[in-house]
């Protein structure tokens, strides 16, 4: 019985790294620019994916406790202000946190928004001392309504990298999340405390 047990064990760990490996592995792009907020913020006075009017809500399966004059909530991560910072909770690098963003159906005018990627800026990144000082993300896997679609590799870079996925279609008859979830990290120098500070999704649809 113990034998039959251990093979059981066995054939679902080997079933378990083979549906891991099937995910697409997809490796941000960096263009080598230094984070620049000036330019940022004028970039999103121009054509946004966005102007479309969605409605996102992120939550997160931890966030690091309020200071005085610092918040970490999982909102930070999507308010478009690159000097804050989602930091997840956990006493540890926080593998196997996750943070996921819900785009509202009844925003959505139509069915022909998509998603088809994110920009993002990795780490505690308001200054770069912050930034090395906290760690960063290396792997996520994604999910698309809790089904796991992609790998992705983000660079130890002190500037934004894109991310571009396969087209996840929204709804305006269903809300639809998207998940992510930190699988690896770069260690922090000072701290254990991994940092997302901004996600902005990008697709089609608004026009």
Known sequence: MRNLYLAVLICLS?????????????AA?????EYN???YSNELQG???????????????SSLADRIKNKYAASNAHDFKPDTAWVEGKKDYGIGESITFTFEAKSL???NYTVRGFRIANGYVKKRELWSDNSRVKTLKLY?????FA???LSDVYGFQTVNFPEVKLSKKKSTAIKLEIVEVYPGSKFQDTSIA???????GIY
């Open 29 to 33: 792009e960096y263009d080598g620019s």
């Open 14 to 26: 080997v079933f378990t790294l083979s549906a891991q490996k099937t995910l697409p592995e997809i």
């Open 151 to 153: 790998i992705v590799k």
């Open 198 to 204: 901004e996600i902005n999704f990008f697709g089609s």
């Open 144 to 148: 698309a309504d809790n089904k796991a």
């Open 109 to 111: 005018g139509h069915d």
């Open 47 to 61: 054509d946004s994916w966005y102007d479309g009017g969605q409605k996102v809500t992120v939550k997160a399966g």
């Open 37 to 39: 907020f000036e330019e």
